[in-house]
């Protein structure tokens, strides 16, 4: 019976906590995975499809929560992913803006992009705060996320304008 605990502990550990793998994402729940976080540079979430290599404006209503870190109800992101992200805090909103490697996840350069905010996907929510946006766009290599108290700030009327326009931010890399 002991020669059997190790390796039931690792089979546990190994489908209880959220990792990719060759871009294969398992996660430790059944809940659907779109909370996002954004706490610091370091610490947040953006919304990609939810399959490896999957178009980003065609995942609107099926896209996932991805983080740099372990968080409830998200996976984890592909190491090297994210190649810079600039953190900033302001009145009514904090946001994330800046460099992505879509190659890791097998998004096409040529896909321009879309938006992901509190409709699309459903039920998906930015944890702590009413309203939220985020833009993916491979062709560019950038992402940007901002979530909102103040409303007012989180513009979802503009996202064929692009990060830059949307969510003004550093996106150097």
Same mark, same amino acid.
């Given at each position: 019976m002991k020669s059997l605990l190790l390796p039931i502990l690792i089979i546990f550990g190994t489908l209880y906590f *959220?990792?990719?793998?060759?871009g294969t994402p398992i996660r430790r729940d059944d809940k659907p995975p779109r909370t996002a976080v954004v706490e610091s540079g370091d610490m947040f979430c953006i919304f990609l499809p939810k399959d490896y290599g999957g178009n980003i404006g065609e995942s609107e209503s099926t896209a996932i929560a991805a983080? *740099?870190?372990?968080?409830?109800?998200?996976?984890?992101?592909?190491? =090297?992913?994210?190649?810079?992200?600039?953190? @900033?805090?302001? *009145? =009514?909103?904090?946001?994330?803006? =800046?460099?992505?490697? =879509?190659?890791?996840?097998?998004?096409?350069?040529?896909?321009?992009?879309?938006?992901?905010?509190? @409709?699309? &996907? &459903?039920?998906s929510v930015c944890e702590g705060y009413s309203k939220f946006v985020n833009l993916v766009e491979p062709d560019v290599n950038h992402y940007c996320i901002r979530c909102c108290n103040d409303t007012s700030k989180c513009d979802t009327g503009d996202s064929e304008k692009g990060c830059e326009y949307v969510i003004p931010g550093n996106y150097s890399g």
């Open positions: *959220t990792t990719f793998t060759n983080c *740099t870190h372990e968080s409830p109800n998200a996976y984890i992101l592909p190491a =090297g992913f994210i190649v810079s992200a600039h953190f @900033k805090e302001d *009145t =009514g909103y904090v946001q994330v803006t =800046g460099v992505m490697n =879509g190659s890791i996840y097998g998004l096409s350069p040529t896909d321009s992009g879309g938006q992901y905010d509190m @409709k699309a &996907p &459903p039920n």
